[in-house]
């Protein structure tokens, strides 16, 4: 399977468009389980900053851990790669992606509590929660609004 494949059918109809605008752009990690590909993360950095941008696992591969391996694999690049700090965004709806980040040790925080550059960076402006783990000397405190 393609990542294109993956990413559509991973995903909704609209988070697919912004996933495949943004894949040239961004580094992918991809999920194999006896070899088949079943889900992914789309990653960006800018500095000190790491960006899970989306994470997709194939509906029928759902609610076994595989969100979490992703993250977990996503916080190791992104250590190798010097940053300090990891953020993300969601709905508030998204209970599974919110008890997820929550169990990694994700702080969360209401997106109007996040510096607009930030809500910019994550493009999260459907979103209505932003999820920050310091990873290295970074702080969450660096992202709120002040």
């Known amino acids: 399977m393609n990542i ?7 995903l909704s109809s609209f988070d697919t ?34 960006v899970i941008f989306y994470i997709g696992i194939l509906p029928e591969y759902r ?3 595989l969100g979490k391996t992703l993250v977990t694999r996503a916080e190791e690049y992104f250590k ?26 994700y ?5 109007e509590k996040v510096k607009a550059s930030i809500i910019e960076l994550l493009d999260a402006y459907e979103d209505d ?3 920050c783990k310091e990873i290295g000397e970074g702080s969450c405190e660096e992202i709120k609004r002040r």
């Open 17 to 50: 468009y912004y996933a495949l605008k943004n894949i040239n752009s961004s580094k992918i990690l991809v999920l194999k389980l006896q070899n088949k590909e079943v889900g992914f993360a789309e990653l960006k950095r800018r500095g000190k900053i790491g």
């Open 80 to 105: 190798d790669k010097g940053a300090t700090l990891v953020i993300a965004s969601t709905r508030s709806w998204n209970i599974p992606a919110v008890k997820m980040f929550k169990s990694l040790g």
């Open 4 to 10: 294109e494949d993956l990413i559509s059918k991973s």
């Open 107 to 111: 702080k969360v925080m209401k997106k």
């Open 63 to 65: 609610g076994k851990g």
């Open 129 to 131: 929660l932003v999820v």
